[in-house]
């Protein structure tokens, strides 16, 4: 008997021994990230970026990785350089790949045969290249440079960058709209494509196809040539003043040789997006929203066949929005990826009949490649990092092909999460998640992150995210409970339109019901324990929660958190965004600056509130954040500003992160009592 209550004791030393731990910010900064994911064309080879995450040993570099799935998934390094390897695409023979790299002083195109030897430096240009293009037949490429419009020539665009450095005043002038985007000021420089002929020798010069454009252009992801190889197409915004309150992008074509640009989507005004061509050259496909001055609405996929000029949308019935999408081996059948009901699946569309049939549906899906007989993504969940996975055509044999993050999460206990459906506003069902601290034990209750998604138009989804990571607030201790309320994608184009001219209506009805479901059904979530948290549009409604649920929650932590409607109006960039949600711009009587302004409900205001902010931020102008913490100072309720000089709309330096989560954790456990 006491030899077997020893090896019990035994047993249980050696368990805690190898007992998992919780993760930390840490951790996540040091897992590795997958990136730039491609496919040979014969589908036997995948080249995909790695940025390691420093763990062992401290090999923080990004590289490029070769996986032959012919010859047991093996894989070997191929880039060791130092700096970043990315824009990775292969050559159309299968036999080297591309990539841009900041080897020579500047962003340059390199080419890397597979089977050996060192890379080639293909452009040797006096300006940054940003990203490129290579021909079919490996004898052209189009690159996109930041050039200032109207030169004649890149030396145009060189004397006027050393100008602009040498001179005396720091004085920054404009004529038109926009002044500013996302972080940066405008700075007179515009993305332009460049063509250039390929002869083995490093390209220095270049051709602009659009010299005179002022405008936006959505680069070289949203471009490709025309099946002859003679033109270029793209998506950009015609050259107009009206650029920062309209979202009408269109599909142009222009020759390699420059000249007139051919709108081949004149008669939409909103959005198209992502032109591409079937492999036999028959068929045009891209993307088209249908509402003018909308951002968040549904993107169709349109076909438009080149030999007969026959234009339609595929599915149109289908309510989804779709974010991605290849042509199969067939030159027919397309594969897309779309959200759905919180995830982000893979569907294949039937051009000659509408049918669309899920493909792979279980949490994030990304980086799309179809080849023969497989299709190879990437996929993360609330319980798993990004890796690679193989899938048939058909939908099954999925298979995992990478671990990228093994090692660096074999001691991590992840927690238990699940979804679940409600009836909101309208009685309409409504989704979200919960998760469980990672040290659940049955019959204790645990305090609530009650995290709201930004957006409004977005979700927080089945996803691994690295700026909002819900698994860190379950190794805090916390329940987490997410809500996908009434303006959220993926639950049809309907649901999503739902929250214009509604910004603290249905939403704030579904996380109140939303709350109250889900406490209800899982009685280890403390609904009297709770803090709530959000950021840009889920800021807003931390904000709005002040005024409208000032009794829900026991702190409240606002990031970049819009306060005064009618000031932000006036000094954000994107114009076309609140004149949506809102009803049009601040001067007009019957929009809703102050129908749905947190500062109109002050009065109400009482939580702790911990508010955060980076300067750099132009999306949501930092003085919305210090009005707030101004009123929370003023009105004498406990506060915290925290600002970040150096960070945008979010905040992306690894040490900033770990300041920002750790600021957060120790606001929220301030005000919330551990499990009991």
Known sequence: MKNAWALIVAALVAGNVSAKTNLTVEHLNKLNKLYDVVVSPDGRYVVYGQKNGGLAPADTSADLYLMDLQDGNKVRRLTSADGKEH???????????????????????YKLALDGGEAQQITDLPLDVQGYLISQDQKKIVVTMDVKPGCADLACTVLFNKTQADKKDTAQVYDQLMVRHWDTWEDGLKVHFFAADLNGKPVKDANDLMSEWDTDVAGTSEAAFTPDGNNLVFSAKIPAADQSWHTNFDIFQVSLKGGNKINLTKDNPAWDAKPSFSGDGRFMAYLAMKKPVYEADRFGLMLLDLATGERKELAADWDRSVEDYQFAPDNRTLYVTAQDLGQK??????PSFGEVNKVYGD???????????????????LGSTTDIFQLSLQGNEVRQLTK????????????????FSFPGAQDETVYGYWMKPWNYEEGKKYPIAFIVHGGP???FGNMFNYRWNAQLWAAQGFGVVMIDFHGSTGYGQAFTDSIARDWGGKPLEDLKKGMAYITERQPWL????????????????????QGNWSDGFKCIVTHAGLFDMPSFYGSTEELWFPEHDMGGPVWDKSADYFKFNPAQFVDNWKTPNLVIHGLKDYRVPYAQGLAAYTTLQRKGIPSRLVIFPDENHWILKPANAERWYNEVFAWMKQYTKAAN
């Not at 949490?363 to 969940?381: E, K, S």
């Open 404 to 419: 990228v993050n093994d090692k660096a999460l074999a001691d991590i206990q992840l927690a238990e999460f699940g979804q």
């Open 363 to 381: 949490g994030t899906a990304g980086d799309l490649n179809v080849r023969p007989g497989r299709i190879i993504f990437t996929n993360h969940t």
């Open 345 to 350: 699946a893979i569907y294949s569309i039937d």
């Open 87 to 109: 824009d990775v695409k292969f050559a159309s023979d299968g036999k080297a790949i591309y990539f841009l790299a900041d080897r020579s002083g500047s962003s340059q195109v």
């Open 457 to 459: 138009q977005g979700s």
């Open 526 to 545: 403390d609904k009297d324990n709770a803090c709530a948290l959000g950021a840009s549009y889920g800021g807003f409604m931390m904000n709005w929660i």
